[in-house]
């Protein structure tokens, strides 16, 4: 076992500069090998009731044509596990050899039975050996070991089990559904997902079993980016290399669901952890696959320019040193320069700079609506905060919240006009060209970057850096300038800008969430800016999409809230409603009430433990039942599903979070 004291506190990948993916122990999972030298696997999760023996085949098979490397199908009772030898064998004959895991809550005997059976057991250490009853009390240490000896007796018999069949193990923590004794002892935190594995995993290394794989799971970005970087940590000080599989639990659907998904996993991906991911989304599972396969097709990074170590002093006044806490969240302390920086949320910027000619209609796709009859703009939610017009100018009289960047020279004739603000050269701030008053933005592109200009941006109240790269680790340089900056004592805020060329509409919501997404959530943003170099040509990356990623990326990493949050998990074998059908439903009814979060759960395994983040909660209880939670108390039981979505906007209603929609525009 290492010491603890030859990793640094910050610790949790190999570096934070240099791409370089950790190497893990290799574990078989019958003819698929996790982690070691084993590329990064993809896999999903059968939607499909277990017992239906021939749908649940037909859909393993569609999923494994998508690319599918592991096929997970849930087994919630023995039945169920003794079906998937049936299942088994009807895939096998069918030519495929793709491994089977069976997903295990509550149900001990239903796992022993499987890990007979299939080549890999997924166990949830909240709810194996725990039922949670959220009671409140405080254990003595007595106490406390009372309850791991209980748990070591009902977890024995299947780590025996897998060690004598050669079957793997996940021990997949989730936020929602820690047991009640770690919620009481360590709390509703990332420390507390850590710690409910190695629960169960120092069982299995007294067994010397080590067949396993660690997840982390949560709904909430924020918290299971943080609590794999701990988990990592943790494992680095006890000498451990137990593979990741990485997964953001209850994403959504469309948009939103592929963009969280790519913020979690991304920011861990980017930092060379993980070994295998699944897309969580409310879809058909193979649905998930071609995401999965597009997140990881980027890596290894191979081919990114070197970035300074973070030993080396980059900047006046920089020691080297690491300011950041990789595990809970902080943002960086920024001076305010008129709506950005300090306590304001991170900013938009929309890109018109390629446009002929910038008409009111230019706005429409970024949130501004302006209306002839009664000549006002209209703004949405998802409003820009600023617009790039390049060399452009511009000849109408422009919304009241929105700001104006214009290239330096062409701001030199228009800067009489309210709200127009410069995009200034490096070169020509050092030179002091003629500024706003109020609001300069400083454009620099990494690498260039050094002491003078942190010398003048540090005692510059009016200047905003707007910082792009063309380094393919970008996130890690990014990164290394705000860090040189910290240390520079150098508060000037900081707009992330990155352009993407030569991918499709998928690929650029993807690699926008992965590029920019870990900066946000480690709190070192204030504004996003994004660009395609298709963006203005027909059939390419539409502006709205920029928009709508650029919003989605600020929500997915909770710095900014601009529409409804759906907690909603994919359908599995105990859902006991159509999730999909009903997700389309309650957001047809809800899809206006900006900050609220609402779970969608299918079952009660991912119901109020599942959903740990949700305002409201929406979750089958047995079928056509439906129950209705605020946070995670019961509210309304055994409501028929044909009044539950009424029943729902009732309680939202009670619950003060209630608006009418906006009435339509003639």
Request: glycine share 8%; with cysteine; hydrophobic share 40%.
């Amino acid at each position: 076992m290492s010491s603890t004291t030859s990793v640094a506190p910050w610790q949790y990948c190999p570096s934070l500069t240099h791409y370089e993916r950790w190497r893990t122990r290799a574990v078989q999972v019958g003819t698929v090998g996790i982690g070691g030298d084993n590329p990064i696997r993809v896999q999903s999760m059968t939607t499909t009731d277990t017992m239906d023996t021939a749908a649940t085949v037909a859909q393993s098979i569609r999923m494994i044509e998508a690319g599918c490397e592991l096929v997970r199908i849930t087994a919630p009772s023995k039945d169920d596990a003794e079906n998937l030898a049936e299942i088994k064998k009807r895939i096998r004959a069918a030519g495929f050899d793709t491994p089977l895991v069976a997903d295990i809550h509550f149900t001990p005997n239903a796992a022993e039975i499987a890990a007979r059976i299939v080549e890999k057991v997924r166990i949830n250490p909240g709810n194996y050996a725990d039922k949670k009853k959220f009671d409140v009390r405080e254990y003595t240490d007595d106490q406390y070991d009372a309850e791991l000896e209980r748990i070591r007796k009902r977890f024995l018999p299947l780590v025996r089990i897998c060690k004598e069949n050669g079957t793997a193990m996940r021990i997949g923590t989730n936020h929602g559904s820690l047991s009640d004794r770690i919620l009481n002892r360590y709390g509703d935190t990332p420390l507390g997902m850590v710690e409910s594995a190695f629960e169960f995993l120092r069982i299995c290394r007294d067994e010397h079993f080590h067949d396993i794989v660690l997840s982390m799971k949560a709904s909430n970005t924020r918290v299971m980016v943080q609590a794999y970087r701990l988990l990592v940590h943790r494992m680095m000080e006890l000498g451990w290399d137990y593979p990741l599989h990485l997964g953001v639990t209850e994403a959504g659907d469309g948009e939103d669901g592929r963009i969280k998904s790519a913020v979690g996993i991304g920011a861990l991906l980017e930092d060379g952890l993980g070994d295998t991911i699944r897309v969580s989304l409310t879809e058909d599972p193979e649905f998930e696959i071609p995401v999965a396969k597009e997140l990881v097709a980027r890596y290894p990074r191979k081919d990114h320019a070197d970035i300074l170590p973070l030993s080396t002093p980059m900047l006046l006044g920089g020691t080297g040193g690491m300011p950041l806490d990789p595990f809970a969240y902080t943002r960086r302390t920024a001076r305010e320069v008129l709506n950005i920086g300090a306590r304001h949320v991170p900013v938009v910027v929309a890109d018109l700079s390629h446009k002929q000619a910038i008409t009111p209609a230019s706005l429409f796709a970024w949130g501004y609506r302006y209306s002839v009859p009664t000549d006002k703009w209209n703004l949405a939610d998802q409003a820009a905060d600023l617009a790039y017009i390049g060399t452009n100018s511009i000849h109408f009289h422009i919304p009241g919240t929105l700001g104006i960047i214009q290239d330096h020279g062409t701001w030199l004739k228009d800067r009489a006009k309210a709200r127009h603000y410069p995009l200034i050269h490096p070169n020509d701030y050092r030179a002091g060209v003629e500024q706003h008053r109020d609001l300069n933005f400083i454009h620099a592109s990494l690498p260039e970057f050094d002491a003078t200009l942190v010398t003048k941006l540090r005692s510059d109240p009016t200047a905003v850096l707007v910082v792009d790269t063309h380094n393919a680790h970008g996130m890690a340089e990014q990164r290394r300038l705000v860090i040189g900056l910290i240390n520079a004592e150098c508060p000037v805020p900081v707009i992330w800008r990155r352009r993407h060329a030569g991918i499709n509409r998928e690929q650029f919501v993807l690699h926008a969430a992965t590029d920019v997404g870990a900066l946000f959530l480690d709190g070192l943003g204030d504004g996003i800016f994004l660009e395609h170099e298709a963006m203005h040509h027909p059939g390419g990356i539409t502006e709205d999409l920029a928009c709508r990623a650029s919003f989605g990326i600020l929500q997915a990493t909770r710095t900014r809230i601009s529409k409804t949050e759906y907690i909603s998990c994919p359908s599995c074998g105990r859902t006991q409603f159509d999730l999909q059908e009903t997700t389309a439903k309650i957001r047809a009814r809800t899809s206006h009430l900006k900050g609220v979060k609402i779970g969608v759960m299918g079952c009660i395994v991912n119901g109020p433990g599942e959903m740990a983040d949700a305002d409201y909660g929406y979750v089958g209880t047995g079928q056509g039942v439906i129950t209705l939670y605020k946070e995670k108390v019961v509210v309304k039981r055994n409501i028929p599903a044909a009044a539950a979505v009424d029943e729902l906007i009732a309680l939202i209603k009670e619950g003060g979070d209630w608006v009418d929609p906006p009435e339509e525009e003639p």
